[in-house]
C-alpha cells in the first residue's frame, strides 16, 4: 500500500511564505506525475501546480510567480514553496500522485493567510 502524507501547513500573515512537503512512503514502484491541489471552503477543488516524472511543471495562473513545485525524487518527496501569500490562498492543500499508475492523496494540510 502507498500513502502520501503532506506537513507543512499552518497560519501566516499575508506576505509570508509556507514550504509544503508530501512525502511518499509504502510499496513504490515508480512515481509519475504528482500535483498540489486545494479546496478553499466553499469552492471545489482545484489544481495548484504539477511537476511530471521530468520534472516538467504547470502552475494555475493564480500562483504562477509566487509558489515552486519540486520533487527529491531519491526522498520520495514532493515540495510547494508558497511566497507572497495573500488570503486567497487559504484553503486544505493535498497532494496527489501518480505511483505505479494508481492515483494515490494525502490527507491534507490546512494553510491559513490573514490579512
Known amino acids: 500500500q502507498v500513502q502520501l502524507v503532506e506537513s507543512g501547513g499552518g497560519s501566516v500573515q499575508a506576505g509570508g511564505s509556507l514550504r509544503l512537503s508530501c512525502a511518499a512512503s509504502?510499496?513504490?514502484?515508480?512515481?509519475?506525475?504528482m500535483g498540489w491541489y486545494r479546496q478553499a471552503p466553499g469552492k471545489q477543488r482545484e489544481l495548484v501546480a504539477h511537476?511530471?516524472?521530468?520534472?516538467?511543471?504547470n502552475y494555475a495562473d493564480s500562483v504562477k510567480g509566487r509558489f515552486t513545485i519540486s520533487r527529491d525524487n531519491a526522498k520520495n518527496t514532493m515540495y510547494l514553496q508558497m511566497n507572497s501569500l495573500n488570503p486567497e490562498d487559504t484553503a486544505v492543500y493535498y497532494c496527489?500522485?501518480?505511483?505505479?499508475?494508481?492515483?494515490?492523496w494525502g490527507q491534507g494540510t490546512e494553510v491559513t493567510v490573514s490579512s
Open positions: 496527489a500522485g501518480n505511483i505505479g499508475w494508481r492515483d494515490y
Open positions: 509504502g510499496r513504490i514502484v515508480r512515481i509519475n506525475g
Open positions: 511537476i511530471s516524472s521530468d520534472s516538467s511543471t
